[in-house]
């Protein structure tokens, strides 16, 4: 017969053997070493506040918690000197430069921006992140029509589109200029995993019986009538409006691209690193995901357009040899990839000259 002494040693040894197994077969079925899944979820519903239209929503500002902080310029991060104190770069971006599911903000592109400018003597610079999961590019047009003059920013980068493109995919027909998030999906930004769950994503084991005994599910689309071309124009038009705000503030301008995990057609190799991501990319990749790559290429267009630098992290995302271990999910990226994000943005600055002090003040 089975003794209690005997369980308590051998169920934890048994455990422990499964696991280091489970982790094997994960790099060698998938290509990639096993990541814990434990993210963060952040209290959206106490800092994201509804307001009337055109912004519908922002961000509380003064809000302090463990993992999100919002400052006095509605952006994610600390609060930033009196103005005046130090040259300022300022990003408008979505979700990926928000910095989703990373449960510190020491790990996030612009702390640690900011922490290789002070390691290169450039201890004069702070970085207002303005990237958000709520807006799309005409929301943060208007945001920043009124806010960029308290920032004062001395460089300006901006990377938007996609959340654009997502709103005109899900709703179709009833996609407009105008269009924003349902307050459905805003409040569903909230989630709430019970404690033994997120415990339990540190565990290769876990982690393959979830993905053998679930689906992930997105949000069902109104209709298929997607407005490709006016959502392109749109977008254009609202860089095109940066540009005019950059140049009104005296500030230097760049355009960004982000960068996705994935390619339209990757090799049986890469497929299984997908894979090890996100496990209906395939899906994805097979609707909307066809046009996040389409309109990657597109931000490069405009930036040309324009006459405006463009830091193209996606180019350097896609060179990097260990490019699929830098996303938690096929579009966002973890602490690895906001490593790899700082230190682009700081070269290509860099390579622009723009770190040092203009010629002209404002």
């Avoid at 993210?39 to 509804?50: A, L, R, T, V």
């Avoid at 599911?101 to 003597?121: P, Q, V």
């Avoid at 269009?179 to 084991?205: G, M």
């Amino acid at each position: 017969m089975t003794t209690l002494p005997t369980l308590i040693i051998g169920l934890p040894l048994l455990l422990i053997t499964g696991e280091i197994i489970a982790r094997i077969y994960f790099r060698r079925h998938f290509g990639i070493p096993f990541r814990s899944r434990m993210i963060s979820e952040y209290p959206y519903n106490k800092f994201i506040e509804m307001v009337g239209a055109p912004l519908h929503y922002r961000f509380v500002r003064g809000f302090r918690s463990k993992i999100v902080n919002i400052n006095r310029f509605g952006c994610r991060g600390p609060e930033p000197k009196p103005t005046g104190e130090k040259k300022r770069l300022l990003l408008i971006g979505e979700s990926n430069f928000f910095g989703v599911k990373l449960n510190h903000e020491s790990k996030i592109w612009d702390a640690r921006l900011k922490a290789r400018l002070r390691r290169h003597g450039y201890a004069d610079w702070e970085i207002i992140n303005g990237g958000t999961p709520i807006y799309n590019s005409t929301q943060h047009r208007r945001y920043w029509e009124q806010e960029i003059a308290r920032v004062k920013p001395d460089l300006v980068l901006v990377g938007f589109g996609f959340n654009d493109l997502s709103q005109a995919w899900m709703m179709g027909s009833k996609w407009n200029a105008e269009a924003v998030w349902p307050e459905k999906f805003i409040l569903a930004l909230e989630r709430k995993t019970p404690a033994i769950q997120h415990f339990l994503s540190n565990f290769c084991l876990y982690l393959l019986w979830r993905r053998s005994a679930s689906a992930r599910r997105d949000f069902p689309r109104w209709d298929d009538d997607f407005q490709w071309r006016q959502c392109r124009t749109l977008i254009a038009e609202n860089y095109r409006a940066f540009k005019d705000l950059a140049q009104n503030q005296g500030a230097r301008m760049a355009i960004f691209t982000s960068g996705f995990a994935y390619d339209l057609e990757p090799t049986p190799e890469d497929a299984r690193k997908l894979e090890a991501i996100q496990a209906n990319w395939r899906s994805f990749l097979s609707g909307r995901g066809v046009y996040d790559l389409a309109l990657t290429e597109e931000i490069k267009k405009i930036s040309a357009k324009l006459e405006l630098p463009c830091i193209d992290l996606d180019k350097t995302l896609r060179s990097n040899p260990r490019r699929y271990e830098l996303y938690i999910d096929i579009g966002h990226f973890n602490d690895a990839g906001m490593r790899v994000v700082a230190r682009t943005f700081f070269q290509e600055i860099s390579k622009l000259g723009w770190w040092e002090k203009p010629e002209t003040t404002k």
